[in-house]
């Protein structure tokens, strides 16, 4: 009793611990050995709590499980974790030393046919591009100057590489493909390679495209109409888009797509959100990007 009083003292000080997490019920008496061992449960801290620390020391003093022992974090996995705690998604942030005309035209217009396919009806099709950017969440007028400019969204989705990382200088979109062992790659799309914009819009479309047609496609009609669209194509189209929308870009790791011949792989940094065995049971949506997720 005495230990467990002595828990309760040491977490519920904020100049020890920085978060009190809910833990009353993870503090149990167990036998062992003969003895009595205090087993304590620490579960995962709310996103807007993190990172916790002790001693009143954010950079010396947060720590991460792997396996049996307790790591230091990383002045990188620390800042992550201080990108993660707002309430906004950080796709929200005005950008005021850009404005629209930064981003890549063809992009924007390629969005825009997309968009009126798609949105029959929408009265967002008539705007002109300036208010149809701000319509979908890809310009904001700023509070500084009163201007229309790009948020960070829109620059990720209609901008050119060279802009984009000036903002995130880590920002690279790979896709590889290895069916040939003997070579290093039989087909590769990035970012930075200076042949296309590569923006998210861009890259989606390019890599999907060429993910769709490796998938097998069973001769299936719809009335008179071959149905193309498997409930696998779906499924390879849903990853790439949740891999792009909930990438970290501020991180130090670009996203990552590996195609061979057996497996598909989808790489993006950051952790996930909503913690994997929620992320598992489903039902949960905080993507890192929401505006970029809404476009």
Known sequence: EHLRQDFWNTVSNRSKVSAVLPIESEVEVLEADGGMVLAIHVPRAPRDERPVYINNDLFGGTYRRRGEGDYRC????????????????????????????DFNADTVRAYRTRFRAARQGSSWTDLDDERFLRAIGAAAVSREDGRLHPTFGGLLMFGNDYDIVRECPHYFLDYQETLDPTIRWTDRVHSGDGMWSGNLFDFFF?????????????????????????????????????????????????????????????????????????????GVSDPRNGLVMKM
């Open 206 to 282: 390019r890599v999907n495209r060429k993910l769709a047609e490796s998938l097998k496609t069973p001769f299936k009609l719809d009335g008179i109409f071959r149905v193309d669209d498997t409930p696998m194509h779906k499924a390879v189209r849903e990853a790439l888009a949740n891999c792009l929308f909930n990438a970290d870009y501020h991180g130090v790791r670009g996203v990552v797509v590996r195609r061979t011949s057996d497996k598909l792989v989808f790489e993006n940094p950051g952790d996930i959100r909503t913690g994997i065995e929620q992320m598992r049971l489903g």
């Open 74 to 101: 990383t002045r990188q996995e620390i800042s992550a974790m201080l990108r993660d705690q707002g309430s906004e998604t950080m796709d929200s942030k005005v950008l005021d030393d850009l404005t629209v005309a």
